[in-house]
């Protein structure tokens, strides 16, 4: 349980970094507003928050979330959110139903794209980023 708090609080660190560092994440993140969170489904948690251009986490859960990851327990949260081939896990987390998603899907594939500022460098343009 420790080992999954302590991920989530370090995905904290990492977002607001990307934030800080990587000019296409601050332009990603800017203008949205949203609340999201990271749980399992016994209410071991942390929820996000996007507004103002800033990325803030808290301890936790939240009544009214855009979105929730919600994983079997925090062992596997863990081993999903770890994973080296992070797709696979989600997807495999999925079918097998260690992890289930509810809310908004829409806001769930802008999180997607969220996530891909914490690779090495900066988030590579796709055609359509280019055209606007």
Not at 17 to 36: D, E, H
Not at 99 to 124: H, I
Request: positive net charge; aromatic residues 12%.
């Amino acid at each position: 349980m420790l080992k999954f708090k302590f991920l989530l609080w370090a995905l904290t660190k990492l977002l607001q970094k990307a934030v800080r560092n990587k000019p296409g994440c601050a332009s990603y993140i800017t203008g949205k507003q949203l609340i999201f969170q990271i749980r399992t489904h016994d209410g071991i948690g942390r929820y996000f928050t996007v507004k103002n251009g800033e990325i803030t986490s808290s301890a936790g859960v939240t009544r009214n979330p855009q979105f929730t990851l919600s994983f079997r327990n925090a062992a596997k949260g863990f081993a999903i959110l770890s994973a080296k081939d992070g797709k696979d896990a989600f997807l495999t987390g999925l079918r097998t139903e260690d992890l289930v998603v509810s809310g908004d899907f829409v806001e769930v594939m802008w999180f997607q794209g969220l996530t891909e500022y914490l690779q090495p460098g900066e988030r590579p343009q796709k055609p359509a980023d280019v055209l606007m």
